[in-house]
């Protein structure tokens, strides 16, 4: 039922209906129920005594529109008024201004509409104010916020301008007007909120930042994005003279100002900030080198310069982060986060190796660098990386042979090196990789035959090794293999036509997987004659994919096995009564 935990009076009577509270109320600190609270649901004879209502964590509290009409003077000794998540709808009541001893009031994410009341500033022990999370609510922050002398921390959603009474607060310590609709510059006087160690302002304001930022001496959290800021980052973010801010606060730990229309160079002495955890810059349009002091960083969990027009070379230090995901696009656009466990280069202008420094970032567990202009070789080093599990490489103008160091990648589980110019064999070490499911090389210029330890990667669900110059006969262990894709070998006008059935079965998880092939000799070949009889004369019935130099279809051999067979178009095929067959399930 009704859970007390403190009586500040023993003689209490309850009476008129029961409605609401008796399964929807289960914590009230200090005393609560009273007779006008929920439009006479509730009543008692000590109304007078109540010091805390906190219904936050009850069930589903419905009142509607009466919420604007509740009567809260049977409440002067309030100090906490708590109704936070339940759908209390209506407007705010300007009775909650005869609340005059209420220190800590939060309505967020009740479903309230309207406009706040002006009486809120009648509140002025106020020292918590939470509103936000009611997206009905509309109009300005009332101005009459400015005389809540004892704010501490204030949250809203709410439209307009920011009021300037609100930097006369000085005791403001937590300011969040997060995801709001507020535009126009910031106020001069919100720079006198001194004692301010978090500030969250995301919203559409416009003009610059000014750098009286720095009177923020005891900030550690500042989130300015998604705003229209222009001008260079003033120092205590730009002008250089102001530069110095940032130095002489050091206590500074969190700087957000992505997604605003900030420019010119990032300064310098930012970098120099040896406190940081999180630094943001991105989607701005800052220009110029990214500094060598970016390395004073070091404690950086997240640092974010991605989506500018900075240019340059990456100074090498980044690649020592022991912290952080680097993402470098066009090769001179930075982000580091969490860890160093993914790795993205994309979409560059030039030509450039792959740099060496790479290899450094041994907790690596990603490394995508395709669609780039890589040039050169893939790097010896790249065993290094042990925890690597994926690695695309694809899109890129790659000249070399596969190095034997890919195999020591024992984590691997992605390789793709198609769409290059790779050349030389496939490393037969590669069967070594156990663990992998995708294997691309195709579109390069790779030559000899296929190697047959292919046909250990028991787990692989995909193969590309179409369009190259391999030649030879395919090993029947790489067509034992469940591939996915109709023609893993595609493009090879030297390879000789291979036939095999299917021996991995993963219908069963709990059997042994067969990494194992019949041999050729024991198949022999099978009559073009048998294959039309089967097929019913290739009836589109038995047709189970179409590709560029065949269709495929299932067959079923005397024996029982049932295999996909490729029939070649007219002009592609090599033997008419020679069929190249791959493996596929048992139970197809």
Partial sequence: MISLLQLVNHEIHIGGKIEICDVQIDYIQS???????????????????????????????????????????????????????????????????????????????????????????????????????????????????????????????????????????????????????????????????????????????????????????????????????????PLALSLV??????????????????????????????????????????????????????????????????????????????????????????????????????????????????????????????????????SGSILSCIGKLSKVDSLPLSSNLLKCPIPQEICILANLTSLDLSQNKLSGTIPSCIGSLSKMQHLSLGSNILKGPIPKEIGKLCDLSYLNLGFNQFSGPVPMSATSLYIISPDPFEGNSSLSPYMCPPLTNKANNGQEKLCRCTTNEEWGFIAYEDIVATTEDFNIRFCIGVGGYGSVYSEKLPCGKVVALKKFHHLEAVNPTLTRVSGMRSNF
């Fill in 241 to 374: 003279h102001s530069l110095l801010a940032l130095v002489i606060y050091p206590t500074w730990e969190n700087l957000e100002l992505d997604s605003n229309l900030l420019n010119g160079p990032i300064p310098s002495c930012l970098c120099r900030l040896s406190k940081f955890h999180t630094l943001r810059l991105d989607s701005n349009l800052l220009e110029g080198p990214i500094h060598e002091e970016i390395c004073d960083l070091a404690n950086s969990i997240s640092l974010s310069l991605n989506l500018n027009k900075l240019n340059g070379s990456i100074p090498s230090c980044i690649f020592g982060f022991e912290l952080g995901v680097g993402f470098l696009w066009g090769w001179s656009i930075l982000v580091v986060c969490n860890f160093f466990c993914c790795l993205i280069f994309n979409q560059a202008k030039k030509k450039s190796p792959i740099p060496e420094e790479i290899c450094n970032l041994v907790n690596l567990t990603s490394f995508n660098l395709f669609q780039n202009k890589l």
């Fill in 31 to 233: 005393l609560c129920i009273c007779c006008s609270m929920f439009a006479y649901t509730l009543s008692c004879n000590i109304a007078g005594s109540i010091i805390q209502i906190n219904l936050s964590y009850a069930f589903i509290i419905e009142v509607g529109d009466r919420f604007g009409k509740l009567n809260f003077s049977p409440f002067p000794n309030l100090v906490l008024l708590d109704l936070s998540h339940h759908q209390l709808g209506g407007k705010i009541s300007h009775q909650i201004g005869k609340l005059s001893a209420l220190k800590h009031l939060d309505l967020s994410n009740c479903g309230l509409s309207g406009e706040l009341p002006p009486s809120l500033g009648n509140l002025t022990q106020l020292e918590c104010l939470d509103i936000s999370y009611n997206d009905k609510i509309n109009g300005s922050v009332p101005p009459q916020l400015g005389n809540l002398v004892n704010l501490v921390s204030l949250k809203l959603d709410l439209t307009g301008k920011i009021p300037s009474e609100l930097g006369f607060l000085s005791n403001w310590v937590y300011l969040d007007l997060y995801s709001n609709k507020l535009f126009d510059p910031i106020p001069f006087t919100l720079y006198h909120m001194t004692n301010l160690e978090h500030l969250c302002i995301d919203n559409y304001l416009e003009g610059s930042i000014s750098k009286n930022i720095e009177n923020f001496k005891k900030i550690s959290f500042l989130s300015i994005t998604n705003n229209r800021f222009t001008d260079h980052i």
